[in-house]
Every structure is written in structure tokens, then in C-alpha cells.
């Protein structure tokens, strides 16, 4: 009721006594919006301040862009705001066009520089420099006149800018925003009324045309600006020294030695050091000129130059270069003594001896490095007596070093370092010169310089000169035996040291046999005789076995020889017959009996092929060896009986001993499915193959094998084949038996295996060597004395026996 009366007094007394402040606030708000919404603003603010919700008040008038009572409410309840009020409003104005109110709105913010800003952006510049002026003062109306010009630049051009500065009396400012633009022409216009400016639109203008590269054109400007100095360096630094002295010497006289000094350096560093020199002391810097040729390391020169015009520097000089970062520039001997002969001159002995011993072992040719050295020394011995052993020691390390070992040894006793000496005398193999000194000097090292050569001898592996001077078999031996001198070690032991040959031959052939060099290890059992020890015995299966089924001639006579001397024990003079052989029961004789007769008969062999002789004889050989197929290849003893038979036309026995070559080749390919029928065998002495090892490649394959299989079948179909063996009659019980057994199957007589074919020998046409005793069948043997004249076992001269 008081409200709608206007009588708001009333109202709020009666709201005081009867509603609390919550109840109160939320009714007034709630009254004071309708009345906004009537337009009733005095009355809704009246409400609104009633209540403390003077932000509502504000808010409200700001809606309604009422400002003035904004800032009014503002200024008595929101102190801390109004300069932001003032802000908010003049950004108000601003945004509708209204830049005076903007502008005054901003000023009572205390932000005129954002009129100044609004006014430079909307680009009413006389309205920006009005309010510049008159609250920033001259710098900053100097600020927007600049900026005014720079807006004008771009429009109409820097000579239009730099007329509006000159305009507002700027003619400093003027003249620099021209001279910034590279407007030099209107710079130098305005510079007639500010002419303390023309010195410096001259260097301006220099460096300008200095970066445009006009030289010529830039030191007339330097010239201008009273700047012959910069021009100078302009010239420098291009290394115009003709034009850099010119100027120098017409404009700036005190600057001709600093020239000379550059141009000296710019001849260092083309490496004309001569000019340089020149240059350095003319222009009174001779200090220079040695200062580049000891970093250079040109020591004789820089000591040239010092003795003629600063020969304070000369220690000096030699004491830097000896000192100086030179690292990879090494002083050459003629500088060594050069600097040496100075310090002398000067009485400085130690920094001499020094700069002597500075020289390196690389530096010079050794000869040349010792004669420098021992300039040190003679120096050290007259004039520093207290480094004399220290400098001979020194020196003769390094001629140590060097492989001098003379003439270290030499220094060493000089310095009375006789071990010393003694230990260059080694390390040289001057031995001779080593026993010397320890007799007159070192007796209690006598031994052990004898000790030492031997040392040496052994390791440089001079076995000869081992035993000219010690006579030390066995080291000489071990050394050759190292060496691989095998001829010399087994000759050496031979002769001197006949107890350790045989240790020696045996390491030999096992070398030669681990190279499959198995003739060379027989021919050296041979020719040394062979050690017969057990221990032995299994080198000689492997030499046995590899030369059964050598294809070198000499092969099989060279086992037979070196198996006969095993049997022997390196003893026969007429050796025993091969049944004595087969029935001696002694080590060697059980071993390798049966290997001796097999050898003794693929001689026997190969000597009749060599000879093209008796085709029956060297069939009935291979025939006989296949009784000892356990000491050779199974597949290769019927292989050579069925081949050898055929040639010899011994068909019958050709097709038995092919077959069963078949038979055992296909057990090779296919062990697994192996079937060898030996019945056609059983009563012979031929090994069964299920007693023996079958190799494991087959000698023959291919066409070959197929050539056999093919003769073998046309011959099975042949009616005229006999599918049987030869036989003969025992000559006790007349019992058909196998014509090669040496036992017959039916009463057991034993016979000796002739000398020539290996077949038995029967009593009717047995003969013997007159010399050893050996028989052989009559026939066998005639064929072979009538040929060869002497016994095939004994060699004994022997006749035919008719």
C-alpha cells in the first residue's frame, strides 16, 4: 500500500518491525524489478540501495546505457570500480562512433593512451596529437607526429613523411626517419637547417654505400663525416691496403703503422713471411715478425730477426718454441743446434743440454739423432756435472730404443752402469761383447750370459750354432723336431744321440702320416729303421693299410721293406723265409707277418707289370692275396684276383672271383638286405666276408661295376664255363683241394707259401734260394731269376734250377 502510494519511507519502517533482513531483501528485489519494468528507475534504486543490493542498482542503468547514474551509484558504493566503469563506458562510446565521449570517458579512467590509440587507429591524427600533447607531454606528441609520418611514408613516400616532421619543427627526427629510409638526398635538404646532423648522414650514408660495396664512393663519405679511420678499416677489411695506406697517410698519419701491421698479418697468413717481416718493422714491430716465425716454426729465423732487432727476445723466442702448442711440427736437428749454440753463447748449459735432448727418435737419421746426443752429454760431463748420469742414462735409453745397442752398452759404461751395458749387449746378441764385460767387469754373470746365448740360440731356432757351441743334443734335437727340420733332427740324432731316434722318427712319421704322406713316413722307417716297441704298432697298421692301396709304384717294395725290418727287429742280414715268418711267435713277427707276405707279394706284382711279364703269375698273386683280404680292402683283393684272371684267361676262376667282387659290392651299397652265399668258398682259406669289415664305399661303382655284372651274366649262360675252382691234388692224401690253400681241407697238410706267387708250394716242384732258403714252386721261380737273376726275397744273385 506504501509503495504504490510512493510513501516508501513507510514502507520500509513497517518491513523493518515485521519481516527479516532475508524476507525483506527477496520482497524488495522482487518490487524493485516491477517497478524497473514500469520504468520507474528512481523508485527501483531507492528499493534496491534499501536492501545493500547496489550492484542490481548499477547493473540496472547500465542496461539503459545510463551512465551518468552509473557512475554515480559507482562512485559512492563501488569506489574500486569507477576507473574500470569509466573503461567499460568509453569502450562503450568508442564502439558507437562517439570518440569525443570516448575520449573523455577515457581520460577521467586515466587512460589517455588509449584515446591517443583510438584516435591514431582511426587515423585523426590532429585529434591524437591534441590529447598526446596535452597529457603526455613533447616525447610523446613526437611519438604520434613519427608515427603520423610513417602512415604518410607508406601513402605518399618517405619525402612526404620526413616534410611532416619538418613541419612540426622535428628536423632532428626528420632528418634521422630520411636517412633511415636511405633518403639521403632529403636528408641532406634538411640538414641545412640542422647542420650539426651532416657528420653524421655522411657515416650513415658511408656505411650504406660501404654495404652496396662502393668503396671508392664510401670513403668519400667517411672522408665527409670526418671518419678517415673507418675508412681505413673498411679498406682493411678488404684487404685494399693500397687504398687503406692512401687514406691513411693523406687523412689519418697515425693509423700507417696499423696498416703496415695488417697487411703484415695478411702476409702470414698467405704465408709470404719475408713481406711480413718487412712490414712488421717498418712498422716498428719487429716483435711481430718473430712472433710469426715461431709459430710457425721457423726458429732460425725468428733468432734472425731477434739478433738484428730485439735480441731480448731471443731466450725467449727458444724457450716458447721448445714449450709452445707446435704438437705434429717437430724441430729439425740444424734447429736443435741453432737454439743449442744460443743458449751456450748465453751460458744457459741446462736449457742447451735440454733443447738437445727435445730431439726425438723420429726426428732425424739415427746417426745424425747420436751425434746430437752426445752434444748433450759433452755439455752435461763439462758444465752440469750433477745431470751427467742422469743424461747418459737418458740417452742411452733411447739409443736402446733405437736398436743402438752398442753404443747405449758404451754410455752405460761411461756412466759406470755395467749391468746396464750388459743388458744392451743382450738385447743386441752381441754376445762376444757380453762374455767380455763379464769377464773384466761382471765375472758372477759369466754363466749367466752363456745361459742367456743359449736362450737366444733356442728361441731363434739356431739349432746349428746350438751345437757348434754348446754341443746340446738334446735341445738341438727338440728345436729342429719344432722347426719341422726333420732331416737334420733325425741325422743329428742318428749320429749323436742314436737313443732318442727313435722317439724322434715316430713324432716325424706320425706328422707325415696325419698329411696322408704315407710313403714318405715308410721310406723314413726305412731309411732309419724302424722302432719295434708295441707302443709303435698301430702307426704301422695305418702305414700298412693306406699303402696296400697306393697306386704308387714303389709303395708296396717300401712297406715290404720297412715291414720286414719291424719283423726282424732291424737285425737280418739274410732274412728269414716268409714260413719262419708266418710261424715266429714273437710281438712284432704275430702282428704284421701276414702284412709283410701281402706287401712282399704286391711287389712281386708290380714289378711284373712293370716289366710286362707272365699275366698266369700275376693272376695267381692276386689270387693267393685274397687269402689275406683281412689286411686289405675286401672288395679291391676280389676285384683284382677276378681281373687279373681274366687277362691271364683263367676264365673259371675269373667268374668265382667276380661274382663274389658283386656280391660283396652290393653289400657295401645295401648292408641292410646283405646275403652272401659262401658256400662255393667253404673249402678254401679264403676269410669268410661275415669275419670281415666291409669298407664303407665300394672301389668300383658306375659303368665299370655294370661292365662286371654284364660279363658275369654273359658268362653264366657260357656252357664252356666251369662254375667251379681250380683245384690240385694233396700231395699226401691226393684229395682234390682248392689250388691256392695252404692247408688242405681233408688231412690238414700244411705247405709254404711260394716266394713268388704266394700259392703253395707242392713237392714235386718245390726249389730254394741257395742263400736264404726261401721256396717257390720250380716254374714260378724260373720265370723270375731267368728274368730278374736274383732271389724275390733275399735278392741274393740266383740261377734257374732245372
Known amino acids: 500500500m506504501y509503495i504504490e502510494a510512493g510513501q516508501l519511507e513507510k514502507a520500509h519502517r513497517v518491513a523493518k518491525d515485521k519481516m527479516s533482513a532475508h524476507e525483506r531483501t527477496e520482497l524488495y528485489v522482487a ?74 570517458y577515457y581520460v577521467e579512467a586515466k587512460m589517455w593512451t588509449s584515446a591517443m590509440s583510438m584516435y591514431r587507429n582511426m587515423e585523426r591524427w590532429e585529434d591524437a596529437k591534441r590529447v598526446a600533447k596535452l597529457h603526455g607531454g613533447k616525447q610523446t606528441f613526437e611519438k604520434v607526429v613519427l608515427a603520423q609520418a610513417q602512415a604518410c611514408w607508406k601513402e605518399h613516400g618517405a619525402e612526404a613523411g620526413a616534410q611532416l ?105 698467405q704465408n709470404n713471411l719475408p713481406a711480413a717481416e718487412s712490414l712488421f718493422i717498418q712498422a716498428g714491430k719487429p716483435e711481430l715478425a718473430v712472433q710469426a716465425y715461431s709459430q710457425k716454426r721457423m726458429i732460425n729465423e725468428a733468432a734472425r730477426v731477434c739478433k738484428k732487432h730485439c735480441p731480448h727476445m731471443l731466450g725467449d723466442v727458444f724457450d716458447s718454441y721448445d714449450s709452445g702448442p707446435g704438437e705434429g711440427m717437430q724441430q729439425t736437428p740444424e734447429q736443435v743446434l741453432e737454439a743449442a749454440k744460443i743458449y751456450e753463447e748465453t751460458g744457459n748449459y741446462s736449457r742447451a743440454i735440454d733443447a738437445y735432448l727435445s730431439i726425438k727418435q723420429d726426428a732425424a737419421e739415427p746417426e745424425r739423432l747420436e751425434e746430437i746426443w752426445e752434444n748433450a752429454i759433452r755439455l752435461a760431463m763439462r758444465h752440469a756435472q750433477d745431470r751427467y748420469i742422469d743424461v747418459v742414462g737418458d740417452v742411452a735409453k733411447r739409443l736402446k730404443d733405437m736398436r743402438r745397442f752398442d753404443s747405449a752398452a758404451e754410455l752405460y759404461k761411461q756412466a759406470d752402469a755395467p749391468r746396464e751395458a750388459l743388458g744392451c749387449y743382450f738385447a743386441g746378441e752381441l754376445w762376444d761383447e757380453a762374455r767380455m764385460l763379464a769377464k773384466t767387469e761382471l765375472p758372477d754373470m759369466l754363466r749367466h750370459v752363456e745361459e742367456r746365448y743359449k736362450a737366444h740360440l733356442v728361441s731363434k731356432g739356431d739349432a746349428d750354432a746350438l751345437m757348434k757351441t754348446t754341443a746340446d743334443v738334446g735341445t738341438a734335437l727338440d728345436m729342429y723336431a719344432r722347426q719341422g727340420d726333420w732331416s737334420k733332427c733325425l741325422g743329428l740324432a742318428e749320429q749323436h744321440s742314436p737313443k732318442m731316434l727313435p722317439h724322434y722318427l715316430v713324432q716325424y712319421c706320425k706328422i707325415l702320416a696325419n698329411k696322408k ?50 719283423v726282424t727287429n732291424n737285425m737280418h742280414l739274410t732274412p728269414p723265409t716268409p714260413k719262419a715268418v708266418l710261424e715266429d711267435r714273437a710281438p712284432q713277427a704275430a702282428e704284421f707277418g701276414k702284412a709283410l707276405l701281402v706287401a712282399h707279394l704286391l711287389s712281386m706284382q708290380a714289378r711284373l707289370k712293370e716289366n710286362n711279364r707272365s699275366p698266369e703269375v700275376i693272376a695267381r698273386i692276386s689270387v693267393a692275396l685274397c687269402r689275406y683280404c ?41 648292408p641292410e638286405n646283405a646275403a652272401i652265399d659262401n658256400s662255393d668258398f667253404m673249402d678254401t682259406d679264403i676269410p669268410s666276408p661275415y669275419d670281415l669289415d666291409l669298407p664303407e664305399t665300394p672301389f668300383i661303382q ?51 707259401p711260394c716266394v713268388v706267387t704266394g700259392y703253395p708250394v707242392t713237392k714235386k716242384s718245390r726249389v730254394e734260394c741257395t742263400n736264404c732258403k726261401c721256396a717257390s714252386n720250380k716254374d714260378d721261380w724260373n720265370m723270375w731269376v731267368q728274368f730278374f737273376k736274383t732271389c724275390p726275397w733275399c735278392t741274393a744273385p740266383q740261377n734257374a734250377q732245372f
Not at 529 to 542: A, C, D, I, R
Not at 554 to 560: G, I, K, M, Q, V
Not at 730 to 735: A, E, G
Request: glycine share 2%; proline share 2%; hydrophobic share 40%.
Open 31 to 104: 518490487l524493485a524489478q516491477d517497478l524497473e519494468h514500469q520504468n520507474k528507475l528512481t523508485e527501483a534504486e531507492q528499493l534496491y540501495t534499501m536492501v545493500n543490493e547496489y550492484d542490481l542498482a548499477i547493473n540496472m542503468y547500465k542496461k539503459r546505457d545510463e551512465y551518468e547514474q552509473m557512475l554515480r551509484l559507482v562512485s559512492r558504493y563501488r569506489k574500486e570500480f569507477l576507473n574500470d566503469t569509466y573503461k567499460h563506458i568509453a569502450e562503450q562510446f568508442e564502439l558507437k562512433g562517439n570518440l569525443t565521449k570516448a575520449e573523455h
Open 165 to 269: 616532421l619538418a613541419k612540426h619543427g622535428l628536423i632532428d627526427l626528420a632528418i634521422d626517419y630520411a636517412v633511415e629510409h636511405s633518403n639521403f638526398a632529403h636528408a641532406f635538404e634538411l640538414a641545412a637547417h640542422a647542420t650539426h646532423k651532416l657528420p653524421d648522414i655522411h657515416l650513415k650514408k658511408a656505411l650504406a654505400l660501404e654495404d652496396d660495396e662502393q668503396y671508392k664512393l664510401a670513403e668519400d663519405e667517411f672522408i665527409a663525416a670526418n671518419k678517415p679511420k673507418e675508412a681505413i678499416d673498411m679498406y682493411v677489411h678488404q684487404r685494399d691496403w693500397v687504398s687503406a695506406m692512401r687514406v691513411a697517410e693523406n687523412h689519418h698519419r697515425d693509423s700507417i703503422k696499423e696498416v703496415m701491421v695488417h697487411q703484415a698479418k695478411d702476409m702470414v697468413d
Open 517 to 566: 704322406d704315407f710313403l714318405q713316413a715308410c721310406e723314413s722307417l726305412v731309411r732309419y729303421g724302424p722302432p719295434t716297441e708295441p707302443s709303435n704298432f698301430q702307426l704301422y697298421k695305418v702305414l700298412a693299410q693306406e699303402l696296400f692301396i697306393s697306386e704308387h709304384a714303389s709303395a708296396a717294395s717300401t712297406l715290404r721293406e720297412m715291414l720286414l725290418r719291424v
Open 630 to 670: 683281412t689286411e686289405f680292402p675286401v672288395d679291391r683283393a676280389f676285384y683284382n684276383a677276378g681281373m687279373d684272371c681274366k687277362a691271364a684267361k683263367m676264365t673259371n676262376m675269373s667268374f668265382f672271383f667276380f661274382n663274389r667282387f658283386l656280391d660283396i659290392s652290393d653289400a657295401i651299397d645295401d
Open 702 to 752: 658306375g659303368q665299370p661295376l655294370e661292365d662286371i655284372r654284364e660279363w658275369v651274366l654273359q658268362k653264366s649262360m657260357d656252357q664252356s664255363v666251369q662254375a667251379k675252382l681250380d683245384t690240385r691234388p694233396c700231395d699226401k692224401c691226393r684229395t682234390e683241394t682248392y689250388v691256392a690253400n695252404m692247408t688242405c681241407q681233408s688231412c690238414q697238410t700244411k705247405y709254404e
